[in-house]
Every structure is written in structure tokens, then in C-alpha cells.
């Protein structure tokens, strides 16, 4: 399998339509924000169209996740960038977000007109429940790529626990297992003699 190119190098042979098409696609058809676009975007980028692997993956998750903006607009641009250089990112962020655009612009016109009626309250809640299994199906395909080990399973424990309580603040936590794993990353390299 042929590795996609690095950041410095883009790749030229995957259109600029078809970049467009494919997070048009991921923006109009997951429902719940960022989290839940997350195992579509897996599933188009590394299994349908083999543009990261599983590795380079969790590496866009993460920096996706601690830059600010939501997470399918960072993947977006971020994947877009890797692949074809700044118009890759234009192309691929405008196809995650004009399909939301879209709806929210068409919405605002008649939800007002028929929010009142009980069909409507019926189909947000079968929405959110929709989302819901979205984003659990989404952490477990990326716990089954992080590394088995025990710092791995003391991070998402505790990461859960300071999300779910909101002890921290959610972004504090990332930063924290930024570092953390920064620290760890440098004390083993150290242990084993290499250098930076």
C-alpha cells in the first residue's frame, strides 16, 4: 500500500472535486457534529480510499482535536492540506461545511412555523439517539487503535472521567494528556539513549 504523501509533499493525483464530494458527503449526511463525523471520516480516508493509514489517522484526530474549531472542519482542512496543499484544505473544509450551511439556512425559515407540533419533538429525540450511537461507535474504532498499554488505559479513564464531571475544562484536558504523553515520549527516549 502506497503511503500518502507527507505535509511538505501533496499529492496531485487525488482531484480537488473529489475531495469536495467526498466531505460534502461526510457534512451531509452525519448528524450530531464533529464527533460523530468521526467514523465516516475513518471510514473514507483510511479503509475506502486509503489516504492515511490507521497510525496517520489518530495523528489527525489529535491535532484536530487541540487546534480550535470544531473537529470535522480541522480534519477537513488538515486532510485537504495533506493531500493537495491549500486548495485541498479550501476545498475539503467548504465540503464539510456548506451542506450544514445549507440545511440551517433552509431550517431557519420553517422550524419556527412547525416546531409546536409532537412529530417534530419526536424526531429530535430519535436524532439525538442517532448521534449518540455515532459518537460511541466512533471512540470505540479509535480505542481499537490506540496503543494497548497502561498508560493508554489510565488516560482514557481518567481523560473520561474529567470530561464527563467537568472538574477541567475539556480543552485543559487535552493539553494535559498532550504534555503528559510529551513527557513520557521524551523520558523512554532518554531511557533508551536516543536523541531527539
Not at 18 to 30: D, P, Y
Not at 89 to 110: C, Q
Not at 123 to 148: D, R
Amino acid at each position: 500500500m502506497k503511503n500518502p504523501p507527507s505535509i511538505g509533499a501533496p499529492d496531485n493525483k487525488v482531484r480537488l472535486s473529489t475531495l469536495f464530494g467526498v466531505f460534502a458527503k461526510i457534512g451531509a449526511f452525519t448528524f450530531g457534529g464533529g464527533y460523530a463525523m468521526i467514523a465516516l471520516i475513518s471510514k473514507e480516508s483510511v479503509e475506502k480510499r486509503k489516504w492515511l493509514n490507521e497510525s496517520e489517522f489518530l495523528d489527525l484526530i489529535a491535532i484536530a482535536e487541540s487546534t480550535p474549531g470544531p473537529i470535522a472542519v480541522n480534519s477537513a482542512t488538515y486532510l485537504g492540506y495533506k493531500l493537495r496543499g491549500f486548495w485541498g484544505s479550501f476545498f475539503a473544509t467548504l465540503g464539510v461545511v456548506l451542506p450544514s450551511f445549507v440545511v440551517i439556512v433552509i431550517l431557519s425559515y420553517f422550524l419556527e412555523a412547525f416546531r409546536h407540533l409532537t412529530w417534530v419533538g419526536y424526531a429530535f429525540q430519535g436524532i439525538a439517539a442517532g448521534v449518540a450511537v455515532l459518537i460511541i461507535n466512533a471512540a470505540l474504532k479509535l480505542f481499537k487503535s490506540v496503543p494497548k498499554n497502561w498508560l493508554s488505559f489510565v488516560l482514557i479513564v481518567f481523560g473520561f472521567i474529567l470530561a464527563v464531571t467537568d472538574l477541567i475544562p475539556t480543552p485543559l484536558v487535552i493539553l494535559s494528556g498532550g504534555i503528559l504523553g510529551f513527557l513520557i515520549h521524551l523520558s523512554s527516549r532518554r531511557k533508551s539513549g536516543e536523541s531527539l
